[in-house]
């Protein structure tokens, strides 16, 4: 496995795309595509908030036949909580799309983030279209990651490369985080792309397998989102023998695919709203994954533990009140917590609850004064 | 039902007393001790957290026999997280006081609020004890009430008086509050005394009926304490029938009552650690009580819905976010949001689920810059 300069369109046969339509206000990208030369096979992992987003609904139908080829992505609208007309107008961006691209609309995704409960600036859309079309390159990767962002601060890309079936293939990956990130899943979206060959069974489980791991164990403030999407398009274009599940292939290609949601839950970790410290939560000695799991989330979603974290104040009483918040079966004498300085921009809290043999590594950012005025005053 | 002046000594038979024992560095009130002439009939409802600390443990013992006739609380240091030498000096605490006081160390509660995980300055206390009890008397309510609080900036005292049994009974209460609240309990504690004379079960009922619909609907931060304790004490210095359950006097006692926690709820959540607004979250529609607190929680606890109070920026699409995370069979279509104005100090949140015919009111404050602060250096 090698890291490789590029995002999501480092993978042979995919192109993208970002520009400015002017949803946002700021003129900043605010459009992306990513486009693949032929249908590829395709796996998503959405929000489990029972109020979603229209594109959200959307991408959702259009996968169950596993095939896309592009995906439209528009920031500063989340199209969410906008009636029969937002759900219009995310199956007639499809469509637009995949008009000018010439192929179905059944093949073309939507995702969008922004603000919840305003029209989608439909017009724009249309109007930018072509030129978002006719601008689609392999150097495009890097505007497209631009145009998914909202109050992300950094571009968050990842490509690699590694060998199944003794051919190179590649990996690439942009996504969004900032803010209302929590697990099932973040206010975050990612695009993963892959020349790779892969059976669409093969390819869902991976995804889930991966995004369980990785995505599913950051948190930034407890908020789930309405709008969050993670896709992987694999074009098969190195050709090598289509990957299936259970075989040593397919272990490698998910060790390539954890090793890149892991890394871009990090960085929206890092960049998230107002951090300046990101916690790292292992917990030791749960009696079960999900027992882990939860306690590294009560721990993660403490504003009083993200506090201390912000003023340096090494409180482990706090990490222990959160545990103990959940009702187990931990008492003052078992339970174990270690820290690192809090001083540092990466924080270490390492917990024991002594009560089986399972652990859990979750991360989150600190709760900073930055994080209260972003969010006093969102658009 | 009428309210009159004073607190935790309104009603016959209990004096109080608060003094500087320096254990607050800052020279502040850190030492308080109701108590009543006679041993009175006692209730107590505490924290759920599997982290409890000494004086919980303590004084949930003692209540076993549903008699108490002096609390002692200590603010600046919870005594928890404390091992057996927190346990110690609680009992020793107890002790002392009984000592003090001529009566049975059985019928002594203890109460802690500060610092988790520093060792009770026990020597302070020992030092401070006889000129704490020499102290005693009606007028030390106030004293009381101040010395129990620890980052609150407001006194939280009520008096009130009804009629029972053709006789007038008194109740009177102090609280603290201020940050680690949320239902279940919030680092809370309240004091309630009356001179009102009830059956042991029907006190303990009342009490727990009334925490479920105050206390327990209440959250600052989503944070969870492990020293939380509400109390009553009736004396029965009235001298009417006692108050048994069910019967008239009974819901006349329980009306008063709920008055009185509801009132110190709401002066909990006014006076939470950085709060500007007021914010009270009607849930409609729900199909039970159960779901109804559990989707007003789950807004109360929202950071992004805090933040946007914090900014009087009425965004809705974050409370109906916030909804949708339960996993509710809600959609965009049944789900009734509607504010009041983000601009003023009390803010108004309907949602109506369309779901049942179940209702539930919760409260909680902003989240402010100044909550953040506040929790990056404390102590």
Chains 1, 2 share one sequence.
């Not at 400015?20 to 900043?28: F, L, N, P």
């Not at 407890?222 to 075989?247: K, Q, R, Y």
């Not at 339970?335 to 990466?346: C, E, G």
């Not at 924080?347 to 930055?370: Q, W």
Request: glycine share 8%; hydrophobic share 45%.
């Amino acid at each position: 496995m090698k890291l490789i300069e590029g995002g999501v369109t480092a993978a042979t046969g995919f192109k993208a795309n970002g520009l400015s339509s002017g949803i946002k206000r700021s003129g900043k990208l605010d459009l992306a595509l990513i486009a693949c030369d032929q249908p590829a096979v395709c796996a998503g992992v959405f929000t489990k908030n029972s109020i979603k987003a229209a594109p959200v609904v959307v991408s959702q139908q259009k996968l169950h036949r596993h095939q896309a080829q592009a995906i439209l992505v528009n920031s500063g609208n989340a199209n969410c909580f906008t009636g029969n007309f937002g759900l219009l107008y995310a199956q007639k961006s499809t469509e637009l799309i995949a008009g000018l691209l010439n192929i179905s609309a059944d093949h073309v995704l939507v995702a969008s983030t922004g603000i919840i409960g305003k029209p989608l600036p439909y017009k724009k859309i249309e109007k930018a279209a072509s030129r978002l079309v006719q601008g689609l390159s392999k150097r495009g990767g890097a505007l497209a990651a631009q145009a998914i962002l909202t109050t992300d601060k950094k571009v968050k890309e990842i490509a690699l490369q590694t060998k199944i079936g003794g051919r190179t293939v590649t990996i690439g990956a942009c996504a969004k985080g900032s803010g209302m990130i929590q697990p099932n899943m973040a206010t975050m979206l990612a695009f993963i792309t892959t020349d790779a060959m892969i059976q669409p069974q093969a390819l869902d489980l991976a995804l889930h397998r991966a995004v369980e791991k990785t995505f599913n164990c950051i948190s930034v403030d407890g908020c789930m989102s309405t709008n969050d999407m993670v896709s992987v398009l694999a074009n098969g274009f190195v050709g090598h023998t289509p990957i299936a599940e259970p075989s040593k292939d397919y272990e490698i290609f998910c060790a390539a695919l954890d090793f890149i949601c892991l890394d871009l839950a990090h960085k929206i970790v890092k960049d998230a709203e107002g951090a300046t410290k990101f916690i790292e939560i292992t917990i030791e000695g749960a009696k079960d994954d999900e027992q882990a799991k939860a306690v590294g989330l009560a721990i993660a979603n403490s504003n009083l533990v993200k506090c201390a974290a912000f003023g340096s104040d090494p409180n482990w009483g706090r990490v222990a009140a959160a545990v103990g918040s959940l009702g187990l079966h931990v008492s003052e004498k078992s339970l174990k917590i270690a820290f690192s300085s809090f001083k540092k921009p990466h924080i270490d809290i390492k917990v024991d609850l002594n009560l089986g043999r399972h652990r859990a590594v979750i991360y989150t950012a600190d709760l900073s004064t930055e994080y209260v005025k972003i969010n006093g005053r969102y658009n």
